[in-house]
């Protein structure tokens, strides 16, 4: 909703007795593997806040995991998709396409990193997306092997499962996983010593090379900024290095920009920054105001190896969706998301930092534009605080600020707010997120 006053407004504890019921029927109805951050159940959400269905009014940093990235219900949005869902809500593009997909397929040609004759292919979901991106890399090379990197993650089907890095929660019992598909050291500044980026993916290519064998090597997949890793930033040169030995090697490089992607970062699309070209780039989270909608963008010849008839999907690109898309991609560029990412990226590290001078558990502030972390730790030594971490984030939740955790070892309160949010609501959702740290120090 549009119109929702933007304000930290709590009427009743947190849970409220209605979401208390609501999680009650939850625990009886929803199968317990799907898990909640919040037992706070929505209502309506806007600009920058959730309000849920006991009249509280949250803080939203959290934007559904880098989803809402122009905000919830984004008036633009909203219009669009009325007006596709009641012109066809579905005929399958691949029985009776539109021309949505294909505005949808010309956008992200034009958008996304390079300026090489593209193609485009649509599907739901970030890993569905990246599974594509696979089989169009080893239809195009004839190789099998595909490369991923510690903290990596990339989704919960069974081959992104396989290049997930993380066991718990996303992989534990649930093998066997996808064969040929192999792990090398990422480049991870705040913890490997400050090896530099080209020092980094030398290492990477060393054991690359040693232990697949560069002709054996479909694909290498990153994410430009590690995102439910722990918003790892690599070393600057550590991509262009990567993207150079695949090149030299006839290894696709695939960007899996699935959280970074759609002006998150304070660029377009992350591998901007540092200009890096990828072969193919895989698209979902933000790109389509909150509607479930996924790319996979790249070099023609590449995407076109796969033979007609060899992509797909039932609801692959469905109309509302790409209404959305396009609705989004509108937003951005109409609203200046770009530049704004940015400047809550300076707020949130400008505050962030400030705060780190005197607390020694905040090992590290980092992030680029809407995409900000901070590294709890035990140490000087670094060593984790997942502990300080799951409380920090759980006493935020009480006071209305959503916010969420992520990381290798748990230990990582990460923002993501919606473009839409104010400066003084986001200053508002920080400050609680301060006195919340300094609570919590004996
Ligand atoms: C969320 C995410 C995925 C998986 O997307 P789903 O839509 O949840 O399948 C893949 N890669 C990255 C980098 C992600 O953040």
């Known amino acids: 909703m549009t119109d929702l006053p933007q304000e930290l407004r709590l009427v009743t504890a947190i849970p409220g007795p209605k979401s208390q019921a609501l999680a009650a029927r939850k625990a009886a109805a929803v199968a317990d593997g799907v898990g909640t951050t919040l037992s706070v159940y929505a209502a309506a959400a806007g600009g920058g806040v959730v309000v849920d269905v006991d009249g509280n009014s949250l803080i939203d940093l959290g934007s559904g995991i880098a989803v809402t990235t122009v905000g919830n219900s984004a008036p633009r949005v909203v219009d669009a998709v009325t007006a596709q869902v009641a012109a066809f809500t579905h005929t399958c593009f691949m029985v009776t396409p539109y021309d949505g997909y294909v505005e949808v397929a010309e956008a992200l040609n034009r958008l996304t990193p390079g300026d090489h004759e593209k193609r485009t292919a649509l599907f739901n979901s970030g890993a569905e997306a990246v599974e594509n991106a696979v089989k169009i890399a080893r239809a195009h090379t004839k190789r099998q092997a595909v490369v991923a990197f510690d903290h990596a993650y990339h989704g919960r089907t069974n081959l992104t499962m396989a290049l997930t890095a993380k066991s718990m929660p996303y992989k534990s019992g649930f093998g066997p996983f996808a064969p040929e598909t192999y792990r090398v050291p990422a480049s991870y500044p705040y913890r490997d010593g400050g090896v530099s980026g080209p020092e980094a993916a030398r290492t990477a290519i060393d054991l690359i090379e040693k232990q697949v064998g560069a002709g054996n090597l479909a694909a290498v997949i990153i994410e430009p900024i590690q995102g439910e890793g722990g918003f790892v930033e690599p070393a600057p040169g550590f991509l262009p290095a990567l993207v150079a ?6 290894v696709v490089f695939i960007a899996d920009e699935v959280q970074t992607g759609f002006a998150r970062t304070g660029d377009l699309f992350a591998c901007d920054h540092e200009g890096i070209v990828p072969d193919l780039i895989v698209t979902a989270k933000g790109i389509a105001g909150g509607l479930p909608l996924s790319a996979v963008t790249g070099t023609a010849e590449i995407m076109n190896a796969a ?20 609705a989004a991609i509108e937003t951005i560029e109409a609203d200046g998301l770009v530049a704004r990412a940015r400047e809550i990226g300076e707020l949130a590290l400008g505050r962030l930092r400030k705060a780190q001078e005197s607390d ?33 984030a759980a006493a935020a939740h009480l006071r209305g600020v959503i916010v969420l955790t992520c990381g290798t070892y748990g230990n990582v309160l990460r923002l993501l707010p919606p473009l839409s949010i104010s400066d003084e609501l986001l200053t508002t959702g920080l400050e609680v997120l301060e006195s919340v740290l300094a609570e919590t120090r004996a």
């Open 245 to 250: 030995w695949c090149r030299e090697n006839g």
């Open 307 to 326: 033979h007609v008839g060899g992509l797909g999907g039932t609801y692959g690109g469905n109309p509302l969706a790409c209404a959305a898309a396009l």
């Open 360 to 392: 020694p558990r905040i090992g590290d502030v980092r992030g680029r534009g809407g995409m900000v972390a901070v590294e709890l730790v035990k140490d000087a030594a670094g060593t984790p605080d997942p502990e300080l971490t799951k409380q920090v």
